[in-house]
């Protein structure tokens, strides 16, 4: 009986899978919207990586709530952790080893300045917020590992993520108010290829840096302490 049972639900799932690939249109594609961005999105943001002139211009506003899911991820649990946690007596912290020590104390600022260059040169390259805001997050993994003594300063990552997000949400509401719309990109487009173009995007891909680097770096914090 169990082998019946099992051939039919194989079989179902076989069919769904067969009929969903009937319908996907190989060979040209029905939508015109790729082929928009890919010979308009130059001309119309100022942003030479195609995937930010999308991410961060014609859905801006998808962005937005990508970040907002991850703030409140990280508030969830902090909130969870700090519930459940009762003070524990204090022990002595196990050093690292040189190597690791060492590294941490000198890749940390070199770690934060390559996620800086990402996010700053998101609309340029390929990277961005999301991308260079993992990296920031990776330098306190290290320093976690290897500088074991120290920690995030809890009111500095507040601060950064609020702060991120309130410019986020102000350009977005500067945008409505001149050009009709939020998160309008209503700066000079500049020259494509150069630091200082693509209007507002290189300003929302620094705060969505930001932002989700001191989240990561706070969710990191709390789980480190919690395994303490």
Known sequence: MR???????????ALGITLSLAKIPFGTPK????????????EETGATNIVTSVVVNYRAFDTLGEVT???IAAIGLGAVLTTGRRKKPERKIEPASLVLYTGCRFLFPLILLFG?????????????????GAI?????VLTYLGCRERRISERGSKL??????????IVGLVGLAVGGYFLM???????????????????????????????????????IEESE
Do not use: C, M
């Open 3 to 13: 082998r019946i049972i099992s051939i039919l639900l194989l079989g179902i799932i």
């Open 160 to 169: 950064a993520e609020s702060l991120g997000g309130l410019i986020f949400v």
């Open 69 to 71: 899911v991850l703030f």
């Open 136 to 140: 920031v997050a990776s330098a306190f």
């Open 185 to 223: 990109n209503f700066l000079p487009k500049g020259i494509p290829n150069f630091l200082f173009s693509a209007g507002i995007i290189p300003i929302l891909y620094i705060v969505i840096g930001v932002k989700v680097g001191s989240e990561l770096a706070g969710i990191i914090d709390n789980l």
């Open 31 to 42: 939508t015109k919207v790729g082929r928009y961005y890919i010979d308009k999105g130059v």
């Open 116 to 132: 800086a260059y990402i996010f700053v040169h998101g609309h340029l390259t390929p990277g961005g917020g999301f991308q260079g």
